[in-house]
C-alpha cells in the first residue's frame, strides 16, 4: 500500500495496525470455513464488539469510540482483506442503521437505541429495499397508518443484512402515498435476534432492554453469491404498532434521510472493495513469488508484472477517491459526487483486481484451496449494493450537469 498518511492522523494508523492484527489472528484462519457453512460468526462478532469496532465513529457519551468515518472506513478495508462476510458486519451496523439514528436522531433515541449499538451490544440493520423496489426506493409499498399515538406498519423488505440476527433497524415506509417520496417516513423497530441462544452463549447480539414489537417477523434466509456468512434475510411486517417516539426525523421528510445514508455509506462500500481487492492482490504476489513456470518464478514474467503493476494502481487510486471522500464528509463539505464515484471506481476495481488474481493462480485460483475465488465472489455485491454502478453513474452524472448549471 502507497504512502497516504497525509489523508490520516496517528489514530487512523493506530485502528490500522489494531483491525489487521486482529483480521489476521482471528479471522483469515476461519473465513473459508464460515463461507461454507453460510453460519453467522458469533463469537468472531463479539470480540470484535469487545474491541469497539461497532462504534468506531460516535460518539463516546453513546457508547462510540468518538473517532471518525475514515478511521471507520479504514477498519472495515482491514476487517474486508481477509473477509468481506466480517467487514460487512461492521459495515451495515455502522453506516446504515447507528448512523443514521446518530445524526437524525433525538437524544432520548440516542440514549435508547445508539448505545446499544454503539458499543457493540446488538447489532443493527437497514430496512429500504423491498421485492419490488431496490434502486427506485420511492416505489416503495410498506405502509405506515397512524391510530392512535402509534403507527401501525404493513408490509416486507427483502436483501436485509442482519436481517436475522439483529435487535434494531431503521425502517422506511409510505406515511402519505399522495405524496410519492415526500411521503415517506423512517421508523425504528426492534425485535428479539433469531438466535437467541447463541447471542446468549457469547454474550454478544441480545439486549434484555429493547422491547420486540409484536408483528415483526423475520422471513425466509437469502443464499447468496458471496458474502455467504453474512445473516441476509427478509423481514415482515404485519400491524406492527410503533410508537411516536421512535419515528426518526421528521414525519413524511424520511427519504432524505435515505439518501444521506446511502450516500455515506458508499464511502463504506468503497472501503469493502478496497479491502477485497488488497487481500486478492495480497495472494496474487504471495503466489506469483512461490509458483514456478518453465523454470522461473511466475513473477519473473513481464506479463505478469504489468498485470500487477495495474492491480496495484487501481487499488491505489480508489483508496485516495474514498479517503478524499471521507474527508470531505468529516469537513462537513459537499461529498455527494465523490462519494459515488469513489463507490463506482472502487467496486469495478474490486471485480477487476480479484478476477485478474484467479488468472495469476490458474486452475489453483479456480479451486476453493486458494482464497481468491472467495474474494471474487464477494466483490461482485460491492457493484450492486447500495445503488449499482448504473446508478453512481445517475448520481455523478447529475451533479456535474449541476455544476455546468445544466441540472
Known amino acids: 500500500m502507497g504512502d497516504l498518511s497525509l489523508f490520516y492522523d496517528d489514530h487512523h494508523e493506530m485502528i490500522r495496525e489494531m483491525v489487521r492484527e486482529f483480521a489476521v489472528a482471528e479471522i483469515a484462519p476461519v473465513a473459508s470455513e464460515f463461507d ?36 471507520s472506513a479504514i477498519a472495515v478495508e482491514e476487517l474486508a482483506r481477509v473477509c468481506g462476510s466480517h467487514s460487512i458486519m461492521i459495515g451495515a451496523h455502522t453506516s446504515l442503521c447507528a448512523t443514521p439514528i446518530a445524526r437524525f436522531g433525538t437524544e432520548e433515541q440516542k440514549r435508547r437505541f445508539l448505545t446499544p449499538l454503539a458499543s457493540g451490544q446488538v ?74 441462544e447463541e447471542a446468549t452463549r457469547v454474550g454478544f447480539g441480545h439486549s434484555d432492554e429493547l422491547d ?85 518464478k511466475i513473477n519473473d514474467f513481464q506479463g505478469v508484472r504489468f498485470m500487477l503493476a495495474e492491480m496495484d494502481t487501481s487499488i491505489h487510486a480508489a483508496r485516495v477517491m474514498t479517503y478524499h471522500a471521507a474527508r470531505l464528509r468529516m469537513a462537513g463539505k459537499p461529498y455527494k459526487k465523490e462519494a459515488s464515484m469513489a463507490k463506482l471506481f472502487a467496486s469495478e476495481a474490486a471485480m477487476d483486481v480479484t478476477t485478474r488474481a484467479v488468472q495469476l493462480h490458474g486452475g489453483y485460483g479456480y479451486s476453493r484451496e486458494y482464497p481468491v475465488e472467495r474474494m471474487m465472489r464477494d466483490a461482485k455485491i ?3 449494493g447500495e445503488g449499482t454502478s448504473e446508478i453512481q453513474k445517475m448520481v455523478i452524472s447529475r451533479e456535474l450537469l449541476k455544476e455546468h448549471g445544466q441540472g
Not at 46 to 56: P, S, V
Not at 133 to 143: K, V
Not at 151 to 172: A, C, D
Not at 221 to 229: E, F, T
Open 382 to 384: 460491492t457493484e450492486i
Open 36 to 71: 461454507e457453512s453460510e453460519q453467522f460468526p458469533w463469537e468472531n462478532g463479539a470480540k470484535m464488539a469487545e474491541i469497539g469496532l461497532f462504534g468506531i465513529p460516535f460518539d463516546e457519551e453513546f457508547g462510540g469510540a468518538g473517532m471518525d468515518i475514515l478511521a
Open 123 to 196: 447489532l443493527g440493520g437497514f430496512g429500504l429495499t423491498e421485492p419490488g423496489s431496490g434502486s427506485d426506493a420511492a416505489a416503495m409499498r410498506t405502509t405506515a397508518e397512524k391510530k392512535g399515538d402509534r403507527w401501525v406498519l404493513n408490509g416486507q423488505k427483502t436483501w436485509i443484512t442482519h436481517g436475522g440476527v439483529g435487535e434494531i433497524f431503521v425502517v422506511g415506509a409510505v406515511t402519505d402515498p399522495e405524496k410519492g417520496a415526500k411521503g415517506i417516513t423512517v421508523f425504528i423497530l426492534t425485535k428479539e435476534t433469531c438466535d437467541l
Open 212 to 296: 420486540a414489537m409484536p408483528g415483526f417477523q423475520v422471513g425466509q434466509k437469502l443464499r447468496k453469491l458471496g458474502w455467504n456468512a453474512s445473516d441476509t434475510r427478509e423481514l415482515i411486517f404485519e400491524d406492527v404498532e410503533v410508537p411516536d417516539a421512535n419515528v426518526l426525523g421528521e414525519i413524511d421528510e424520511g427519504f432524505p434521510i435515505f439518501l444521506d445514508t446511502l450516500d455515506g455509506g458508499r464511502i463504506g462500500i468503497a472501503a469493502h472493495a478496497i479491502g477485497i481487492a488488497q487481500g486478492a492482490l495480497d495472494e496474487a504476489v504471495r503466489y506469483t513469488g512461490e509458483r514456478e513456470q518453465f523454470g522461473r
